[in-house]
C-alpha cells in the first residue's frame, strides 16, 4: 500500500489553510410583534406565488405535449 496518509494530507492541505472571512451577522428581535393577520397575509402571498404558477403549467399540460410532439 502506497503509503495513503500521506497522499490524503497532500489533499486536505489547500483545504485545511484556507481563510475565510468571517460573516458578520446579528439579530435583533423584531421592534414590534407580528400580528396573526400580517402573518396570515404574508403566507397566502407566498403559496400563492408557489401554487399559481404551478397551477398554470398543469392546467396547460395537454398543450404543451401537442406542441412538443409536432
Do not use: C, N
Not at 17 to 28: D, G, H, L, N, W
Amino acid at each position: 500500500m502506497p503509503r495513503l496518509p500521506h497522499i490524503l494530507r497532500l489533499l486536505q492541505a489547500p483545504v485545511k489553510y484556507t481563510v475565510i472571512p468571517k460573516a458578520r451577522i446579528s439579530s435583533k428581535p423584531a421592534k414590534s410583534p407580528t400580528s396573526a393577520m400580517d402573518q396570515a397575509v404574508g403566507m397566502s402571498v407566498i403559496i400563492a406565488g408557489f401554487m399559481v404558477p404551478a397551477g398554470w403549467v398543469l392546467s396547460h399540460l395537454e398543450s404543451y405535449k401537442r406542441s412538443s410532439a409536432a
